[in-house]
């Protein structure tokens, strides 16, 4: 019979690939909050290191920043157990063959939406960012539809649901949201900090955008611009699992924890080497590969511009949930619901059903 110590370290394994793992930040000192992100000194300790695997830059995005604003960004809160009650957890067959390199951008090259680096701005919005980008682009991979979501529908009518808008929310309840209510066009409603972050006098606290529900445009309807979701579903914390639901339907959302060394990305395959915890980050995770040094990755498309890192994609270690990358995958597939009056060819409609 097998020893209690087996049992424990299987329920130990249970458990992480149940649990997300971004964790909740240590309150910094003020003196610390209001010292700038980027130094000097990370950036020497992580060039000069010969086992790096990544190249650190004083990014241009970050110039001005406080480590208290660049806190603000990181909108993921570390999601309640009650919000997963119920939540599936999707696996994928192990027989299907996966290429070792995959980049979602040149497998449907015709869904412009993939390759496309947006701004969060001032907002801690990344939960709303990662989840509707990656569904804009699912709508296109599975319909063929070339369409733009919108980030500020999610933002501001989720509500307390999602969590707490430009000051964070759950990556999960941003799917379950797209399931419940839809989420328009960003044509009707567009995101509400279209200045980015660099004009002078910066600030964090921008405030979460009132819900309006009208389109900006008069000639489009609220309730008609819909586009909603089939289910809302994490997938097991297995790069093969992850690289799978990429493979298949496309683009999906991720959470991990941000150190200060993150900030300072250029290009490479990033893993942390110094610095305090920052907070919770999502971001969209579009393939996978492996770096001339043998390195596995992860390829990623972050909103901070195309001013920070590599032209605002980053790669980050893979296989060894590196930052909890791989523990918090969450995604849901396109659904039909409104989209029949958009559609006259009713085969198209048949082959979109789930």
Known sequence: MASPSFFFAIFLLLLSTVHPKVIAVEQLSDVKLNSRILQDSIVKQVNQNPKAGWEAALNPRFSNYTIGEFKHLLGVKPTPKKELLGVPILTHDKSLKLPTSFDARTAWPQCTSIGRILDQGHCGSCWAFGAVESLSDRFCIHFDMNISLSVNDLLACCGFLCGDGCDGGYPISAWRYFVRSGVVTEECDPYFDDIGCSHPGCEPAFPTPKCVRKCVKGNLLWKQSKHYSVGAYRIKSNPADIM???????????????????????????????????????????????????????????????????????????GVDECGIESDVVAGLPSTKNLVRQVTDTGIVEDASF
């Open 244 to 318: 799978a639901e990429v493979y298949k339907n496309g683009p999906v959302e991720v959470s991990f924890t941000v150190y200060e060394d993150f900030a300072h990305y250029k290009s490479g395959v990033y893993k942390h080497l110094t610095g305090d915890v920052m907070g919770g980050h999502a971001v969209k995770l579009i393939g996978w590969g492996t770096s001339d040094d043998g390195e596995d990755y992860w390829l990623l498309a972050n909103q901070w511009n195309r001013g920070w890192g590599d032209d605002g994609y980053f790669k980050i270690k893979r």
